[in-house]
């Protein structure tokens, strides 16, 4: 996972014990701010950043990281993906995704409403090595059926959940962790009844809401009344009816005025949320995303989405750089969460969540949903995660034991 021949050694010592002072060597290291990079030192000391600066002399005591031919980044930020584990039948363990990624920081796509949140807080939240927030479900009940074989359901479906009261007292009393209010709006819903209920308990409670986008009906357009400036529509590059692009591949009049009129756009990129075509016709057209997040759940971390960094590989082969996918994955989405705790940031007196990336070169292809392939030339390859200046060890993701998961 790191770079030469005493890679384990280095592991075994900065995993074992927690080092005075560590020094991160001849890495490239990234401006999210300035959107570069330059060849750069950085010595933590006490979990913190403590300097960034070329060629740094290591003080008595502090461990050496060869990072010679690696990009040294923040920690990332992946802002949709599903964390209630064993509650959400389809949610995962955040921490061995950040030993494997470079992730440092996760947000929950909405798993749990006001019903079910105290619960995630202290049997997962709080328990979880990983910076880990949450959107909170504007249905009480959450996506508890999620992944139940045989069972085609929705929360929006059913309008008795729709129960603000309870929802604005949890948002209250959580609002160090809870970050946005999360609706979907699944393809033939009966009403638009949950994305007024997801507005209303936004403005009440002055959060962003975060909707979960579908092919239509409901079209795009009829939810745009609903929608601020600071909003966000995850799932993006959805393909089928009402999709971003229209049957020639230009880009659909709604979602410009959407963009400027301040709406933001993630990827949610997941399995059947994301089309290859789409994402080219609307890239190569300018329409890129505001924040790039995986969407992982125990449904597609063996594949399809997989993790960060193969999200990652997948944007630059579309057309971005990867100055801009590590923007799309720091700074972009922690504007989200708390200004105080520096996420998406590597700077000094910051906490030392740093990842470290390969970039490989050769013929890599990726498989979609729908039968499409992807044709990459390079590779974002994940090399370590520190969270706090400690190197983390991977971990094995649990899969889910049972058969009527579908």
Not at 98 to 124: E, H, N, P, W, Y
Not at 191 to 201: G, I, K, N, T, Y
Not at 312 to 324: D, I, N, R, V, Y
Not at 357 to 386: I, K, N, P
């Amino acid at each position: 996972m790191l770079t030469g021949g005493n890679d384990e050694e280095q592991r075994k010592q900065l995993t074992e014990e927690w080092p005075p002072s560590l020094l991160i060597q001849g890495g490239q290291v990234f401006d999210p701010e300035g959107g570069c990079f330059a060849r750069l030192d950085v010595l933590v000391s006490g979990g913190k950043v403590a300097r960034i600066a070329p060629a740094i002399e290591a003080p008595a005591g502090a461990q050496a990281l060869d990072a010679t031919g690696l990009f040294v980044t923040p920690g990332l930020v992946d802002g949709h993906v599903h964390a209630f584990r064993w509650a959400h039948l389809i949610s995962l363990d955040v921490d061995p995704l950040s030993s494997r990624s470079g992730v440092t920081t996760f947000v929950d796509g909405g798993s749990s409403g006001s019903l079910q949140f105290m619960a995630f807080r202290k049997f997962v939240m709080e328990r979880v090595r990983s910076h880990l927030y949450a959107l909170l479900n504007v249905s009480a009940i959450g996506q508890m059926m999620d992944g139940l074989k045989g069972v085609d359901a929705w929360e929006g479906e059913d309008l008795r959940f729709l129960h603000l009261d309870s929802a604005a007292e949890i948002v209250e009393a959580n609002r160090d962790v809870i970050v946005g209010i999360k609706v979907r709006i699944n393809t033939g819903l009966p009403s638009l009844a949950p994305m007024a209920a997801a507005r209303e308990l936004a403005d009440m409670v002055r959060l962003p809401v975060v909707v979960h986008l579908s092919p239509a009906p409901p079209p795009f357009r009829d939810l745009l009344p609903y929608l601020r400036a600071g909003d966000v529509v995850t799932h993006m590059y959805h393909p089928g009816p009402g999709c971003l692009v229209d049957s020639e591949g230009k880009v659909e009049p709604e979602y410009v005025e959407a963009r400027q009129r301040g709406i933001l756009f993630d990827t949610g990129t997941a399995r059947f949320h994301t089309s290859f075509p789409v994402a080219q016709a609307a890239i190569q057209q300018g329409f890129l995303p505001d924040t790039i997040s995986t969407d992982l759940t125990l449904t597609n971390y063996r594949h399809f989405t997989i993790d960060m960094p193969t999200t990652l590989t997948k944007f630059m082969a579309f057309g971005l750089s990867l100055e801009q996918v590590l923007r799309l994955t720091t700074i972009a989405p922690a504007r989200m969460l708390p200004a105080d705790r520096g996420h998406g940031r590597l700077a000094v007196d910051l906490p030392a969540d740093i990842a470290l990336f390969a970039l490989e070169s050769g013929e890599f292809t990726y498989e979609g949903y729908f039968g499409d392939q992807l044709h990459a030339t390079q590779r974002l390859v994940s090399r370590g995660t520190l969270r706090e200046g400690r190197l983390l060890t991977p971990e094995a993701q649990e899969p889910m034991p049972f058969s009527f998961m579908r």
